[in-house]
């Protein structure tokens, strides 16, 4: 019944599940036993801030290309929340932030006792709208918080750099989604004052079930980064001593990565550009062959320097009888794995509504929303699913829905 949609009792498309991703397999094994063998000859147990997290906290600053300093944590919201910890701005400062993203990113603000102000995005994207991002700033404005959001890197990054360099305001990037991307050839979470990344296990870069990174070309906020993710201990400062409270420099919680997921970290990064490689290869082709086959969907561009996570694919409401959820739900019951409606849109959520600077609406990133569903994808598509994905779509266009 291959004329009938899923939807409403037609066969599928795709009967077996979309590739599973396996993250985590023999190497993460191996290393996890590595991480016992060390410890056990040393006759150690191990805790955190030793040897696996040094290794990998060094790996991942020579990934990204530069010199500076990383610290390894328990969670991207964590990362985000010592980062701007580590900016001892005054309460009440506002800090503006992409409009599109996790609510850790947001809490990271709210927790510090600062103001989200929040940006729009450039229409027809979810990416930030860095010419908005400066009608936005106001005379308490500190820090900024770009996100790089589903794979693809706020390209013109340099334009905030630029006026917040001028200002006096910090950046923060939120590279969670987009480890290992490049804008002109440099990775994200180089351009700022820091650079936050989840690698939680969703994540490109995965160091277990929760973790995260920061990253800072400063020692100074390192150190700072350091104190605030374990208790406010003195790092950097000569003689101190991780048993000597006496010593500590302010209350903060304990948010350290232990070994083990330092050492799942360490093994991910090493597959990383691999990673990249095959998801961005998948999605050309699948851009491409979407674009030849669908009268209705609408693939989101795609350039060489993203770390794809999810893909947005527009859909053309004047060209079906149907709304675009209902298009996407036709394909999920194809046997598509896909988000039919995208929920992390800042602005729109009731709980952070008290805590904004204003009730000022994004309404690019929602009308992009409102035409757009999320493909879901990981390193281990290729050619048969573009294939499935492809027919799903044609068959959901053309048979039901389709006034063409
Ligand atoms: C863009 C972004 N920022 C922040 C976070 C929060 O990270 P975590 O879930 O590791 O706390 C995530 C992911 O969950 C994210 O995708």
Known sequence: MKDKLAIHGGSKVRTQLMPARNAFDNRELEIIKQVFAHYRCRNQDFGSQGHYEHLYTDAFVQYLETNGFADAVNSGTSALFVSLASLQLPPGSHVLVSPVTNPGTINAIILNQLIPVIVDSCPDSYVTNTAQFEERITDLTKAVIIVHIAGKTVSTIDEIIQVSREKGIFVIEDCSQAPGARINGKKVGTFGDLSAFSTMYRKSLASGGCGGLVFTSSEKLYNLVCAYADRGKPFGQPHFHHSDPTVFMFPALNLNQDEISCAIGLSSLTKLDDLIKSRLNFLFDLRESITRHSKVCNPSPISSGDSPFVYPIS?????????????????????????????????????????????????????????????????????QEVEDIVEAIVKVESILYSKL
């Open 315 to 383: 859909v053309d409401t004047d060209q079906i009888v149907c709304s675009k959820r209902e298009f996407a739900q036709a394909l999920l019951a194809e046997g598509i794995d896909l988000n039919p409606h995208y929920k992390e849109i800042v602005c729109e959520w009731h709980w952070v509504k008290p805590y904004l600077l204003d009730s000022f609406v994004t309404n690019n990133a929602i009308e992009y929303r409102d035409k757009t569903f999320n493909l879901y994808l990981n390193e281990n598509y290729g050619r």
